[in-house]
């Protein structure tokens, strides 16, 4: 069968549809539609950088502008969502617990993590959650002598960690961004299915939730850091393709498995004028192949990277608009001073700012500036990187309005 034909523009207009980044949540109660986005997105990853609001907040922010903070531990503290490994640490939705189990087997199975844990200390740890209830790191002694670096960790915190990974206990809370364990047994709620799912479940599950995230995709991108199920996944795919349920579609050279309604709706082909300031970490950009290739948007974290080195900044944004990536933006939220600075701004090197671009992001970053807990706008604009001959000009502008 001939792949259905998807041009560049409406591929993008339905991978933006699918993620609901223009989403202004539901007509429910805030709090629903923080879980309802969790649920859509199939995972929502935790980050410990706050120089913006952390990752997850962002994210979901992003999408329901009702989003607060309480929301997530609220969630957490109700069963309806849990923390766990996806392709990093994440919050999942609570429904989806049982397609975690082949990933804590396979931890218990293994010899080594990043972090050995003592059986020793793993009972010991287990023994005092038991008696004393939840129980963070910085509860248990560190019984090493000297500093640590950031990788090294006390020997309680490798088995907490490890535990955690095993199944054994889960994350019930945090308490300022410090995990808090438990049992699994007193954590879990009653109507979780703990059956250990098929080979065929595990793939399917692997191809529905990322479908329903993203709209198409490549078995390399249903399989994403998942190298040992791609051809089992590649297997599925051709069955459930030869039996009617999944086609083909190509955009430009690439292609991509999708449901055969991909097309039904003409709503999720409109165009999008508003700005959205996005997480490097969010759900759209966090496979940076497949953003290279749909929105031609070449993009690297440069956090990580020694100052020297970076081009466009700590903690760079994506900038997205007309459903297209246009720029990028390093800020930094100074919550003492309730400050908000815009460190640089580089435009793509085709886009032209215009008059409606710069009321959209304007209004976008004086949102975003409240969400971060900061109240002035202010540019800072750090003249080594490749900052946009415009950007000054732009930010002038916007700031004087």
Known sequence: MMPELISASEARALALSYQAVYSRGTAKRPIESTES?????????????????????????????????????????????????AHAASYLPMQDYRMY???????????????????????HVLERIR????????????????????????????????????????IVGREGFQKVFDLRERVLPDWVDTRF????????????RYLQANGFGSAAQMSYLRPAVRPHLEDRLKEREEAGKLIRVQVGDNLYHAKPDILENNDRLKRHYRVRLLSPFDNLVIQRDRIRSLFDFGYRIECYMPEGKRKYGYFCLPVLWNNRLVARMDCKAERKSRVFLVRNLAIEAEFRASERFLKALKSELNAFTRFNGCDRLQADLKPHLATSSSASVILATMLSR
């Open 37 to 85: 986005i969790i649920r859509h997105l199939g995972y929502v990853q935790i980050d410990t950088i706050s120089v913006v609001e952390r990752a997850h907040h962002h994210v979901l922010w992003s999408r329901n502008r009702r989003y607060r903070h309480a929301q997530l531990d609220a969630l957490q503290k109700q069963g309806r969502i849990f923390e766990y490994w």
């Open 101 to 123: 189990l082949p990933e804590m087997k396979r931890v218990r199975e293994r010899e080594n993590l990043w972090h050995k844990a003592d059986p020793g200390m793993k009972q």
């Open 131 to 170: 008696n004393e209830g939840p129980l963070r790191s910085r509860d248990f002694a560190d019984g090493t002598s000297g500093k640590h670096s950031m990788w090294q960790w006390k020997p309680a915190k490798s088995a907490l960690e490890t535990l955690f990974r095993e199944g054994e206990l889960m």
């Open 197 to 208: 799912p098929t080979p065929e479940e595990q793939v399917d599950f692997l191809i529905d």
